[in-house]
């Protein structure tokens, strides 16, 4: 075990970076907390049994949209029982009513990879997403020029002769989304003298032609990096003519690139500093702050750009490179006010550093940071952060809203924590953070793995996430955490504004009211602490799998401050159950294993 406290100290030695060869046309294998006060509409809009909807540390592509008429268009990485149907494109349509039956393969029933959503025209959408093909694979885009009904039409998209392009990033701008923006990775040949280069096309007439065709943007080409990581890139939603997107966030630095006139000009905006460079990596350093190679990007209504990246603490030793993924907590904020970050601030005497200079956006939490949480040793990590694939999303009114998918202490199989959707907001342009929400403490999510969330442009009252759910930690396909490949449900979830900006209590405002039980699992007995507002009784009772209440301890008046209480489990059998406390009007419970 490996225990995370609030000072986040790492244990000696590391984990090295061991991350199976990359193939576009294959998975790693290749197979042929707490529980809130509120409940949020969410709805299960398709299934999968390709579990991966990103590469190893990968970025969460644009996959959702809300529309102004209230519709909503989603896609993900979809797959039948033994690939049946093949991997390819998920898609489901909202027409403001209800969710239709969904698509499970957009398209051919070709094996295809990673797919992207946006609006396209007047009406229409568009959904793209790669076909490897060694030294030809073409990007195929599907459009139709009414959303959520008709037949699709599709175009291909090329790379250089001899190249195939695979994983991408698609987003559309312009007054009605006419134009197609892509960044796509180059493999099977070097472009440029670079081994994968990232390339940028644009079209402006359906994909039918494209200008720029396949440029490499000054910043990313051989003289500043020898090659590209998969997926280290990702589009903000643009403003007006203004786009962007992010790159890098690993262990060379992390950067902005912005365009004002849809693409025709660029600027390039250092993030986050590197001590080190690709061109002469170091061979031993001491551990150092960095990132993993995801982030997320959104533009607000002047189009300054707002950065959200995992934190991860790495090492060079004997000239490799290792990572910590089981002990780099924290989610970091930047936007163009600030300074470029560093090793420095991003260090590994725990997250003061990046609280104090305003880059802290979440962590994990809800556990007793005297106490700490343990993580499991083989945890399932995702090749990412405990706090991992972030997604940011900005309204009208320029409020922030961020999540990640994070480790959930007190979620447990009785082997490994499982992660939820943890989001997040701000309504001052990412000086405060109004506090971290678990979108999964429901009972309905008692055995739920919640990952790579996906999250539409904030309109209206409704803020709408989409994110994969299975019953098992980990994910089969990438990096093979999993025995066995299995059916995971894709989850969107409508959780109202007014919970973020404070008409409704917060969700998460028990977070402080109860800590995690302690040990869990446990034999005989498990503690918790509860931090009372004001004097008052206070009620526990304790559920089973079924639903059935086994337990009920009445705690009588208890005075405001905090207060350990014990549990007493010695009549009860070995399995899982629910534990819930009640004062006055607040209610939180935790989830406890029993040995």
Known sequence: MITLTAQNNFPEGFIPFEMQEIHPDMGGNNQGGVIGQKSYDHTV????????????????????????????????????????????????????????????????????????????????????????????????????????????????????????????????????HEYIHILAYSYDQPVQGQDNALLYFRSSDGGETWNPNGIII???????????????????NPVGSTIAFTYGFDRWGGWVFKSNDHGDTWESILVMESPYSPFDPPTDTDPYG??????????????????????????????????????????????????PLDSTIISTAGLDNLADGGYLCGYIFGYDPSVGVEIPSGQPNYANALCGFPVISIDAQDNIFISSSNVAPGYTNGEFLYRHIIANSSFDGGNTWNGMIDLNDEIQFIFSECAYPAMAPVIDNTVYFLFQEDNVPGTFEWPGEQPEANENNMVMMEVPKSVFVGLEEPVNSHAAFMSSLWPNPAATVSRFTVDLETAGGLNVEVFNAGGQKVMQQDQGLLQAGKHTLHLDLKTLNSG???VRITAGSRQAGKRLIIQ
Do not use: C
């Open 45 to 176: 809009i398709g299934t999968t049994w390709y579990d991966a909807q990103t590469v190893n540390y990968g970025n969460i592509m644009p996959r959702i949209w809300a529309y102004d008429d209230g519709s909503v268009g989603a896609t993900w990485m979809s797959a039948g029982p033994g690939l049946v149907p093949e991997r390819g494109a998920g898609y489901n349509y909202y027409n403001g009513v209800e969710w239709g039956i969904g698509d499970p393969h957009v398209g051919p029933a070709e094996r295809t990879g990673w797919p992207n959503y946006a609006p396209w025209g007047a009406g229409g959408e568009i959904i793209s997403l790669y076909r490897y093909i060694a030294g030809e694979g073409p990007i195929w885009i599907f459009k139709r020029e009414v959303k959520g009904t008709g037949e699709w039409e599709l175009v291909e998209l090329t790379g250089p002769a001899g190249t195939s392009l695979v994983w991408h990033s698609m987003m559309t701008s312009g007054e009605n």
């Open 218 to 236: 000054e910043g990313l080409g051989i003289g500043y990096l020898e090659t590209i990581n998969a997926l280290s890139y990702t589009w903000a």
């Open 290 to 339: 960095a990132g993993i190679g995801s982030s997320a990007i959104a533009l607000d209504s002047e189009g300054k750009a707002h950065v959200v990246f995992p934190r991860m603490m790495q090492v060079w030793q004997g000239g490799e490179w290792f990572y910590y993924p089981l002990n780099s907590d924290g989610l970091i904020y930047w936007n163009e006010d600030k300074a």
């Open 576 to 578: 899982l159950y629910f």
